[in-house]
């Protein structure tokens, strides 16, 4: 349904209900997504973003509902990845006298994804369009989370239109964030930072400073994924700038797969010893936890101890993503321990153990290894194990 957000200003995007999977498979989406775009109506008519290209006979319908295409004069490509601009093609195909604006970047990224002789604007921080009563004003973001990614804020009615920043994979039948469940906005929203924007919480957090120090008022922020901030705006972006500090709880997270439950038992063990001296704890199985979940609950701790048998001479195949991840999504201040049991080689646990050393964790403690499975002296070695993690922990 058409929402009219502020006056003359129309959210126009579309619901993707039955959305799992974002990134090709890399990201999971379990409560869907919405591709939200926006319609601004003045002396000059102005559509901020489009949507992913299978959707874009809907997104058409609705944008025309509000408005003939052939009456836009500025169409803004925020960021061209093809969820935002996948129905640009069908826009100015109906728009061929609109000026089509994008960042500096943006000049090279969109071109590239759709070879069309379109002629561009190109915009920097603080450029300015007047498009009658209001302006539109633009900051560039670039890595949050493209080098083309840019901020559009309406001037005169407040909205900042931040593209994927601020944003979460979240369909629901409302638009504003004071229309749904709260703690189901902020589960996705926590996962949309760790999982797509944790690798530059550094920029993240100087891009905020930069935007802040410009002393825009905001009253709404409309990201192109999931709800709208109207109640309260700024809340998502001291949330923000909290995640970009990487400033860990006092907890770890005991992530595993096994074989033949020898390392199931050595993490429950560990487990117990973390619990033995005060430190809350989860313990993840990698092979039937969503990873993009248990990255969650990685960015949240401040000890990650993996495990795993050896396979192959390696590790088993549910932990190498794993291991990957947490060297590029670049966690910062970890603490991280390798364990794991093996039968005629021990090689996962000293791979393990390079890979955090590469992921920039701190290491806590020497690799445990148990071989075949674990006896009653070798479990309790593994709760001496976590009990020491949990001292280190709270340090």
């Not at 860990?248 to 199931?264: F, L, Q």
């Not at 487990?271 to 609950?297: F, I, Q, Y």
């Not at 090689?347 to 393990?352: F, N, R, T, V, Y």
């Not at 690799?367 to 009990?387: F, H, I, N, T």
Request: charged share 25%; glycine share 8%.
């Amino acid at each position: 349904m058409i929402t009219e957000i502020a006056e003359n200003v129309y959210w126009v995007g579309v619901v993707d209900w039955g959305l799992r999977r974002f990134h090709g498979d890399e990201l999971s989406t379990h409560r869907g997504s919405t591709y939200n775009a926006y319609v601004i109506k003045d002396e000059k008519n102005v559509l901020v973003d489009t949507v992913w290209s299978p959707f874009q006979d809907e997104f058409m319908e609705h944008l025309r509902e509000v408005i003939d295409p052939a009456e836009l004069d500025i169409v803004v490509a925020n960021h061209s990845e093809v969820d935002h601009s996948g129905a640009l093609p069908e826009v100015m195909r109906h728009a061929p006298n609109a000026q089509l604006v994008v960042s500096k970047k943006g000049e090279e990224s969109i071109p590239g994804h759709y070879h069309a002789d379109w002629t561009m604007m190109p915009v920097g921080t603080g450029d300015r369009i007047n498009i009658g009563s209001r302006d539109l004003i633009f900051v560039e973001a670039p890595m949050l989370h493209w080098p083309d990614s840019m901020f559009t804020y309406l001037a005169g009615s407040n909205i900042l239109m931040p593209n994927d920043a601020f944003g979460q994979h979240y369909a629901t039948e409302f638009r504003f964030n004071d229309q749904v469940d709260q703690r189901e906005l902020y589960e996705e929203a926590l996962k949309y930072y760790v999982n797509i924007l944790t690798p530059f919480s550094r920029q993240v957090g100087k891009k905020i400073d930069e935007l802040l120090s410009l002393e825009l008022p905001v009253e709404i922020i409309a990201p192109s994924h999931g709800v709208i901030w109207r109640d309260n705006p700024l809340q998502i972006v001291e949330k923000y700038q909290e995640w970009a500090k990487q400033e860990p709880e006092k907890s770890a997270v005991i992530i595993y797969d096994t074989m033949w439950n020898g390392t199931r038992r050595m993490a429950d063990a560990v487990s117990e010893g973390c619990t033995a001296e005060g430190v809350p704890n989860k313990v993840l199985h990698a092979s039937h936890t969503d990873r993009n979940d248990l990255l969650v609950e990685v960015f949240k701790a401040r000890t990650i101890a993996v495990g795993s048998p050896t396979f192959n001479n390696g590790v088993l195949p549910s932990i190498a993503p794993v291991c990957r991840d947490l060297a590029g999504l670049k966690f910062q201040n970890k603490l991280g321990a390798a364990f794991g049991s093996y039968g005629w080689n021990g090689k996962a646990i000293g791979d393990i153990q390079e890979h955090l050393q590469e992921a920039g964790f701190e290491l806590i403690a020497d690799p445990l290894s148990c071989k075949w499975q674990p006896s009653v002296d070798d479990m309790e070695a593994c709760r001496e194990y976590g009990k020491k993690l949990g001292r280190e922990t709270l340090q």
